[in-house]
């Protein structure tokens, strides 16, 4: 028996030196062009764990070759029973292909670390088209949410599997010998036999199908589909298992969302967001929707959030069903958003491809801008790009301050490299680039060019010099020029701004430098466009072209405020002077300021704080200010700078309780404003404000709060959603452990697991600790949900260190449990360690990490580190700032000796 394994298997240690491998040596030879694909799988399913799988491939051969190359991984391609056949394929004048005999190859060797086989034939290939048969391979249904795998459930008829596919980004062949790789676009007919009873889906429409009987008396279906258009294979898709479905129709276009049996109906929401998604980006791109369907799939393991395979969208359960009566909002805007990201890619990634996964920001970056267009022309009363300050521009800004980040545009090799860049650079970075265009040529522009791209590389690939053209063309400006030192370097710059009074207003005085985390600098220098406007001014943008420039502005008054980066829509932080911060400080307590302004002023400042370069102390005076702020994105943002503070200052005794005070007083005024009775009448994102209320006041030590939240969890009344995931916490910190426990297990709605499995990590019971992680490891808890746990558990002291010992020492089992190249085990990684603040804490990841080399996490064990040594810098610096704050705000000296 012949077979691939994965490198995952035999692992890219650190001692193999890679840097001298170049894209050539890992991509198949061009002279091998895909053209089709004939596939058909049988899954011995659901009983067995294995498929059986057939496939024809038509190749233009370019030039003379006495070998082909095909990617494959973990397959047994029967070398030795049913051997790789080859065959000249030629269309005769009838337009009818015509073939010679076939010929078997000669030999075929594998290479594991370029998880390809290499056949060798027994006579040379001349250029033209050929047909290559795999008679008969076989292949492993896994557990690992990766290439094709099954995932167990259990419903009211006991246990059920669901078997169906993954293959973004390198993982096609796990299931079928193919040219994995995107810029192979070809055309794909695919066939599934399994039991006649379960429902299959694929790409394309059912056209066909035969019953067979098995010779055991059970019958088996042969589903036929149709052929699809040139897709790259990791767009390939089937899905099998027993399901059932709602639909709805848009212009025309049936969609349908399926679930496991007895769920669809969760699914409305989505099927909504769809119907009106399709619609939207057809007219917004000019550019219609290439089908008459869309089926939309809930799958119980899976490893992403949804995933966009050509007109079969998978999506984990959480992100697809909901109930809309029991569900928070956040989770809500979740659905909407992932949903219309999908329905995106069917024009950006699926019609129009980038030509590598370098170029992945051409796909993803654009998903979540557009995502965003579309939910906030269905639900404008969301305020959606207010939100997008925060969860968009604020993760990216994050990310990308670390010196172990990369370029949006980034070399990438090994299936590993490529699995890592699915991260908040690829996203969230390359999102704020598309919308920092966006707003310099305007909507009309914005729209033409993309009308050009789409239809310029229709079924095609494209790079970022292609997008660059077709801006260019549309818009007139120099985008090349000025875009590419944002997408080919690292990072984003510091804009550092005083302002002087001129002849007739105000000179500003501006440069730029590198933010990084960590405080240090370099060189790196950016074309900056400068939105910005005056309390009485305009806006207006100007573009920082050089290291420093001076702008007279001469319709600015010099003694009043003046917001830089206005509307953030640009990608830098500010630091003002002293001065010019002042005058900014009435519009914040006013909110006359556009809450995404307020917002990013506290984020920028924030930041400055924690790369040191402003004393803590002034950050927590601006902070202070937004006692009475009203906006719920500003508040989401207030809560996760609150939370991070809090984790970091929980060691220290001799501040812990004075940050206890302080948080205290900042939100006593929201809580009493909201409490615990939702009002008639009142907005969705009030609801979510009563709630960072009164976790607040939880996290502040008010008892009052706490009793009553506990009373609450104890009266059987109906809890709202958005308070569930506090009200659970807070009952497991007051006892009741095993009743949320058993709420877990009892629940069957994807939002009920996850806020009951969020709260059994927040016991603060050593014995509990223990008893959760070995729990969360168990049968009892996905490992596609592994990171909610994880991330609770990490985030106080004494069950974060619990936590890491476990992983540590139980390592392998943790592989093996959630899989070694999937997405998760970066997130599960990158969670247990955030909140490490120690340099021998950082020593001891660093250690680890050596020991345990992964490449599919080393960016991500790289940033990790980073992070707890710009945490130790930090707390190690700025210690006296905090204690010179909170002596003169909330203690006095005797109390904090």
């Given at each position: 028996?012949?077979?691939?394994?994965?490198?995952?298997?035999?692992?890219?240690?650190?001692?193999?030196?890679?840097?001298n491998?170049?894209?050539?040596?890992?991509?198949?030879?061009?002279?091998?062009?895909p053209?089709?694909?004939?596939?058909?799988?049988h899954?011995?399913?659901p009983?067995e764990?294995?498929?059986?799988?057939?496939a024809?491939i038509l190749?233009?051969?370019?030039?003379?070759?006495?070998?082909?190359?095909?990617?494959?991984?973990?397959?047994?391609?029967?070398?030795?029973?049913?051997?790789?056949r080859?065959?000249?394929f030629?269309?005769?004048?009838?337009?009818?292909?015509?073939?010679h005999?076939?010929?078997?190859v000669?030999?075929?060797?594998?290479?594991?670390?370029?998880?390809?086989?290499?056949?060798t034939?027994?006579?040379?290939l001349?250029?033209g088209?050929?047909?290559?048969?795999?008679p008969?391979?076989?292949?492993?249904?896994?557990?690992?949410?990766?290439?094709?795998?099954?995932?167990?459930?259990?419903?009211?008829?006991?246990?059920?599997y669901?078997?169906?596919?993954?293959?973004?980004?390198?993982?096609a062949?796990?299931?079928?010998?193919?040219?994995?790789q995107?810029?192979?676009?070809a055309?794909?007919s695919?066939?599934?036999?399994?039991?006649?009873?379960?429902?299959?889906?694929?790409?394309?429409?059912?056209?066909?199908?035969?019953?067979h009987?098995?010779?055991?008396?059970?019958?088996?279906a042969?589903?036929?589909?149709?052929?699809?258009?040139?897709?790259?294979?990791?767009l390939v898709?089937?899905?099998?298992?027993?399901l059932?479905?709602?639909?709805?129709?848009?212009?025309g276009?049936?969609?349908?969302?399926?679930?496991?049996?007895?769920?669809?109906?969760?699914?409305?929401?989505?099927?909504?967001?769809?119907?009106h998604?399709?619609?939207?980006?057809?007219?917004?791109f000019?550019?219609?929707?290439?089908?008459?369907?869309?089926?939309?799939?809930?799958?119980?393991?899976?490893?992403a959030?949804a995933?966009?395979?050509?007109?079969?969208?998978?999506f984990?359960?959480?992100?697809?069903?909901?109930?809309e009566?029991?569900?928070?909002?956040?989770?809500?805007?979740?659905?909407?958003?992932t949903?219309s990201?999908?329905?995106?890619?069917?024009?950006?990634?699926?019609?129009?491809?980038?030509?590598?996964?370098?170029y992945?920001?051409?796909q993803?970056?654009?998903?979540?801008?557009?995502?965003?267009?579309?939910?906030?022309?269905?639900?404008?009363?969301?305020?959606?790009?207010?939100?997008?300050?925060s969860?968009?521009?604020g993760?990216?800004?994050?990310?990308?301050?670390?010196?172990?980040?990369?370029?949006?545009?980034?070399p990438?090799?090994?299936?590993?490299?490529?699995?890592?860049?699915?991260?908040?650079?690829s996203?969230?970075?390359?999102?704020?680039?598309?919308?920092?265009?966006?707003?310099?040529?305007?909507?009309?522009s914005?729209?033409?060019?993309?009308?050009?791209y789409?239809?310029?590389?229709?079924?095609s690939?494209a790079?970022?010099?292609?997008?660059?053209?077709?801006?260019?063309?549309?818009?007139?400006?120099?985008?090349?020029e000025?875009?590419?030192?944002?997408?080919?370097?690292?990072?984003?710059?510091?804009?550092?701004?005083?302002q002087?009074?001129?002849?007739?207003g105000?000179?500003?005085?501006i440069?730029?430098?590198?933010?990084?985390?960590?405080?240090?600098?370099?060189?790196?220098?950016?074309?900056v466009?400068i939105?910005?406007?005056?309390?009485?001014?305009?806006?207006?943008?100007?573009f920082?072209?050089?290291?420093e420039?001076?702008?007279?502005?001469?319709?600015?008054?010099?003694?009043?405020?003046?917001?830089?980066?206005?509307?953030?829509?640009?990608?830098?932080?500010?630091?003002?002077?002293?001065?010019?911060m002042?005058?900014?400080?009435?519009?914040?307590?006013?909110?006359?300021?556009?809450?995404e302004?307020?917002?990013?002023?506290?984020?920028?400042?924030?930041?400055l704080?924690?790369?040191r370069?402003?004393?803590?102390?002034?950050?927590?005076?601006?902070?202070?200010?937004?006692?009475?702020?009203?906006?719920?994105?500003?508040?989401?943002?207030?809560?996760?700078?609150?939370?991070?503070?809090?984790?970091?200052?929980?060691?220290?005794?001799?501040?812990?309780?004075?940050?206890?005070?302080?948080?205290?007083?900042?939100?006593?005024?929201?809580?009493?404003?909201?409490?615990?009775?939702?009002?008639?009448?009142?907005?969705?994102?009030?609801?979510?404000?009563?709630?960072i209320?009164?976790?607040?006041?939880?996290?502040?030590?008010?008892?009052?709060?706490?009793?009553?939240?506990?009373?609450?969890?104890?009266?059987?009344?109906?809890?709202p959603?958005?308070?569930?995931?506090t009200v659970?916490s807070?009952?497991?910190?007051?006892?009741?452990?095993?009743?949320?426990?058993?709420?877990?297990?009892?629940?069957?709605?994807?939002?009920?697991?996850?806020?009951?499995?969020?709260?059994?990590?927040?016991?603060?019971?050593?014995?509990?600790?223990?008893?959760?992680?070995?729990?969360?490891?168990?049968?009892?808890?996905?490992?596609?949900?592994?990171?909610?746990?994880?991330?609770g558990?990490?985030?106080?002291?004494?069950?974060r260190?619990h936590?890491?010992?476990?992983?540590?020492?139980n390592?392998?089992?943790i592989?093996?449990?959630?899989?070694?190249?999937?997405?998760?085990?970066a997130?599960?990684?990158?969670?247990?360690t955030?909140?490490?603040?120690?340099?021998?804490?950082?020593?001891?990841?660093?250690?680890?990490?050596?020991?345990h080399?992964?490449?599919?996490?080393?960016?991500?064990?790289?940033?990790?580190?980073?992070?707890?040594?710009?945490?130790?810098?930090?707390?190690?610096?700025?210690?006296?700032?905090?204690?010179?704050?909170?002596?003169?705000?909330?203690?006095?000296?005797?109390?904090?000796?």
């Amino acid at each position: 028996m012949s077979s691939t394994k994965s490198p995952n298997d035999t692992k890219l240690s650190s001692e193999f030196n890679t840097s001298n491998v170049t894209l050539e040596d890992v991509l198949l030879p061009a002279r091998q062009i895909p053209r089709h694909y004939d596939l058909t799988f049988h899954p011995f399913f659901p009983k067995e764990n294995e498929f059986k799988g057939y496939a024809k491939i038509l190749v233009d051969i370019t030039e003379k070759t006495s070998e082909l190359h095909f990617h494959s991984v973990g397959l047994d391609l029967q070398q030795d029973k049913h051997p790789v056949r080859v065959r000249p394929f030629i269309v005769d004048s009838k337009s009818q292909p015509s073939t010679h005999g076939w010929t078997t190859v000669k030999s075929m060797k594998v290479d594991e670390l370029f998880q390809k086989v290499v056949f060798t034939l027994k006579h040379d290939l001349q250029p033209g088209p050929y047909e290559v048969e795999f008679p008969e391979f076989t292949g492993v249904l896994n557990d690992e949410m990766m290439g094709f795998y099954r995932s167990k459930y259990e419903d009211s008829e006991g246990e059920k599997y669901m078997a169906s596919t993954q293959f973004e980004p390198c993982d096609a062949r796990r299931a079928f010998p193919c040219i994995d790789q995107p810029q192979s676009k070809a055309t794909f007919s695919v066939s599934i036999i399994c039991e006649e009873n379960l429902t299959v889906l694929s790409n394309m429409p059912e056209i066909g199908r035969e019953v067979h009987i098995h010779e055991n008396g059970k019958e088996f279906a042969k589903t036929i589909f149709a052929q699809t258009g040139k897709l790259p294979t990791y767009l390939v898709a089937f899905v099998i298992g027993d399901l059932d479905y709602i639909e709805d129709t848009s212009s025309g276009i049936c969609i349908r969302v399926y679930a496991r049996k007895g769920q669809s109906h969760l699914g409305k929401f989505a099927l909504k967001s769809a119907v009106h998604s399709l619609p939207f980006f057809s007219n917004f791109f000019r550019v219609p929707y290439p089908a008459r369907h869309l089926n939309m799939v809930a799958i119980p393991s899976f490893s992403a959030g949804a995933m966009e395979n050509e007109f079969l969208f998978t999506f984990r359960e959480s992100r697809l069903l909901l109930d809309e009566n029991n569900v928070d909002f956040s989770n809500l805007k979740a659905t909407a958003r992932t949903t219309s990201h999908e329905c995106s890619h069917t024009w950006f990634g699926n019609r129009t491809t980038g030509k590598y996964w370098t170029y992945l920001w051409l796909q993803e970056g654009f998903a979540r801008f557009c995502e965003h267009l579309a939910v906030d022309d269905q639900f404008p009363d969301w305020n959606i790009f207010t939100e997008y300050a925060s969860g968009v521009l604020g993760t990216a800004l994050d990310l990308d301050s670390l010196s172990s980040a990369h370029p949006v545009e980034v070399p990438v090799k090994f299936p590993e490299e490529i699995n890592e860049i699915f991260d908040a650079i690829s996203y969230a970075v390359g999102s704020v680039i598309i919308r920092m265009i966006y707003t310099w040529i305007g909507r009309e522009s914005f729209r033409d060019a993309l009308h050009t791209y789409l239809n310029r590389f229709v079924e095609s690939n494209a790079t970022t010099e292609d997008l660059w053209q077709c801006m260019e063309e549309a818009s007139g400006e120099p985008i090349r020029e000025a875009m590419d030192g944002w997408v080919k370097q690292t990072g984003y710059p510091l804009i550092t701004v005083y302002q002087e009074k001129g002849d007739t207003g105000t000179i500003l005085h501006i440069k730029q430098e590198r933010f990084l985390q960590n405080g240090s600098t370099d060189d790196s220098l950016w074309k900056v466009p400068i939105w910005l406007k005056g309390a009485k001014t305009d806006k207006e943008m100007i573009f920082l072209n050089g290291r420093e420039g001076s702008f007279e502005m001469e319709n600015l008054p010099y003694n009043d405020w003046v917001k830089l980066n206005f509307g953030q829509t640009g990608f830098f932080r500010v630091k003002y002077s002293h001065e010019m911060m002042q005058h900014l400080h009435k519009p914040i307590r006013e909110k006359t300021l556009p809450a995404e302004d307020r917002l990013m002023i506290l984020s920028d400042t924030f930041a400055l704080a924690v790369a040191r370069k402003i004393p803590v102390d002034t950050y927590m005076d601006i902070l202070s200010m937004y006692n009475e702020e009203t906006e719920y994105a500003v508040w989401m943002e207030i809560s996760g700078q609150l939370s991070e503070l809090r984790a970091l200052l929980m060691p220290h005794d001799n501040l812990y309780p004075a940050f206890e005070k302080f948080l205290h007083r900042l939100t006593e005024k929201l809580y009493h404003r909201y409490g615990f009775e939702p009002k008639e009448g009142e907005s969705q994102a009030d609801a979510q404000l009563r709630n960072i209320a009164i976790s607040k006041q939880i996290a502040a030590q008010n008892d009052s709060v706490k009793q009553k939240a506990l009373n609450l969890f104890l009266s059987g009344a109906e809890i709202p959603a958005d308070l569930k995931r506090t009200v659970y916490s807070t009952a497991v910190e007051m006892g009741k452990y095993d009743q949320v426990k058993a709420m877990y297990e009892k629940a069957d709605l994807p939002f009920e697991k996850q806020v009951t499995l969020q709260a059994l990590c927040t016991t603060k019971s050593p014995e509990r600790i223990d008893q959760t992680i070995d729990y969360i490891f168990s049968d009892k808890v996905r490992s596609q949900d592994l990171y909610f746990p994880i991330a609770g558990l990490a985030y106080h002291e004494v069950s974060r260190d619990h936590l890491w010992k476990f992983m540590k020492k139980n390592w392998d089992m943790i592989l093996k449990h959630i899989g070694k190249g999937n997405f998760l085990l970066a997130a599960v990684f990158k969670y247990a360690t955030r909140h490490f603040q120690t340099q021998d804490e950082a020593r001891d990841v660093a250690d680890f990490f050596k020991q345990h080399y992964n490449k599919s996490i080393e960016r991500t064990a790289n940033q990790a580190e980073e992070r707890i040594r710009t945490h130790a810098m930090f707390m190690k610096e700025q210690m006296l700032s905090f204690e010179k704050y909170f002596v003169r705000q909330v203690y006095s000296k005797e109390d904090l000796s």
